[in-house]
């Protein structure tokens, strides 16, 4: 079965104090793994798409990367604004559906 | 640039009535998504539609029926509402291949 498992659940750091989240998966085959971001009570907003191991992507303060069983988004000197619940979701090679881990709670102290 | 919209964002029913969700995807999209989020979860996968076909199915209650148009919007239909149904719908688009899917803005139900 197709699985998506983030972590950690909930982070909390200090204005300028990088980190990173993690997207462990287990799919049949791997058509496209993507990240957003999602304010309280919004829509999901489109981050990136990563489709094969070793490919990587940059936006603003945002770094993903991929390898065979996991993704990792690099979040260098967050600002308070990137506060965030931050998703992953797989899409399977068989289905255009997104199948989504329960996110990372983030949460960026000035 | 435009987004995929939804109406109406907030919506309250009784049990056992009614509700229907409407979607307007990004132009020239032709792929539509409908997803469930409760409180505190992760948005669920309903169904989807390309070119006004059902192309995947997922968790949709059999009191749930979906439908593309053939100007591309789509509309969700729920039915003997309950008040487990209360959540967060979103609807989303793409292209043919969904290499990149957007999200709308969500429509809050509250079943009363």
């Known amino acids: 079965e197709d699985q998506v498992t983030q972590s950690p659940e909930a982070l909390r750091l200090q204005e300028g104090e990088s980190s990173s989240l993690n997207c462990s998966y287990t799919?049949?085959?791997?058509?496209?793994l993507f990240w957003y971001r999602q304010d309280p009570g919004k829509g999901p907003e489109f981050l990136f798409t990563?489709?094969?191991a070793g490919e990587e992507k940059e936006k603003e303060r945002l770094k993903a990367t991929l390898t065979k069983k996991e993704s990792f988004l690099h979040i260098t000197a967050p600002k308070p604004e990137d506060s965030a619940t931050y998703l992953c979701a797989v899409q399977a090679d068989s289905s255009y559906k997104l199948i989504f881990g329960s996110g990372t709670r983030l949460l960026v102290r000035p | 640039a435009a987004g995929v919209i939804q109406s109406p964002r907030h919506l309250i029913k009784e049990k056992r009535e009614t509700a229907t969700l409407k979607c307007y995807p990004i132009p020239r999209h032709d792929t539509v998504y409908w997803y469930q989020q409760g409180p505190g979860q992760d948005p669920q996968f309903l169904i989807s539609?390309?070119?006004?076909?059902?192309?995947d199915k997922g968790s949709i209650p059999d009191r749930f029926s979906a439908q593309q148009f053939s100007d591309y919007h789509s509309e969700l239909n729920m039915s003997s509402l309950e008040l487990g149904d209360s959540a967060l719908y979103f609807c989303?688009?793409?292209?043919?291949?969904?290499?990149?899917?957007?999200f709308g803005e969500g429509s809050w139900l509250t079943v009363v």
């Open positions: 799919v049949s085959g791997l058509r496209g």
């Open positions: 539609f390309y070119e006004k076909m059902q192309s």
């Open positions: 989303a688009s793409s292209l043919k291949g969904g290499n990149t899917i957007y």
């Open positions: 990563l489709y094969s």
